[in-house]
């Protein structure tokens, strides 16, 4: 994401803080809110935690009529401008600015502990985010500056593939191939040439002679004197040959 230094986003708003007069630090072991009169704040207001590029700003304005009381801008933190104190986690030490080079601490305070959450978690979120938009920025120019591997081809270069595990199939056992025209070879068993005998025994010899010997011819019959034939001796046989044919004879 592009950094854009005239856009200000909000990053924290609480409705009630009270700011406190600080007495000069006794030691190097840091602030004591208990030394503060925490009953008589010299100021109460609201708070505002706005980003703007890398920098936030702590503002406190009046409730009412927004006037800004007093401002610090952090540049990091934790820092030397957001400093909890020793003996509290809802009261911190802020060094304010009045933009003219001159600067001043003064105590600020959260009724409520989970505003004083808000308010450390929201300046924590804003320098992460910062600290890793700067990693990624020197990521990117490391990138930008380091050669580029050429992985082309030179003139005359050639690559070579060794491709292993294949076998070379073996030309004398290759199947052979089906006689053209779909016929299947005979069955086990059979002689070239022949046909299978049929089952109960070998195959009755055919005798062509006989089937081409039609004998002697057989005599001309005598002509007939009648030719409308003797109809007394077909009448003599009717009744026999009408029982043999399965005739009913009604009499």
Known sequence: MAEDSSYES???????????KIPPRASNRGYRAADWKLDEPAWSGRLKIT???????????????????????????PGSVVEAVTDSSRY?????????????????GFADRGDSFDFNVALQDHFKWVKQEGELAKMEACESTAPKLDLSFKEGQTIKISIGNIKKKDAGGAKPRPAAGG???PPP????????????????????????????????????SDVWGDFTSAGSNSSNDAV????????
């Open 189 to 224: 068993g059979a002689k070239a040439g022949g046909v299978l005998p049929p089952p109960g025994g070998p195959p009755a010899q055919t005798n062509t002679a006989a089937l081409l010997d039609f004998g002697p011819p057989a005599p001309a019959a005598p002509p007939a």
């Open 51 to 77: 980003a703007k590029g890398k920098m936030a700003y702590i503002k406190l304005e009046d409730k009412n009529t927004g006037e800004l009381f007093a401002q610090a801008p952090v540049e990091q933190y």
């Open 244 to 251: 043999k044919s399965g005739w009913v004879q009604f009499s």
């Open 183 to 185: 016929l299947l070879p």
């Open 92 to 108: 911190f030490v802020i060094r304010i600015e009045d933009g003219n080079g001159r600067h001043a601490f003064i105590g600020l």
């Open 10 to 20: 909000m990053l924290c708003v609480k409705p009630e803080v009270h700011v406190y």
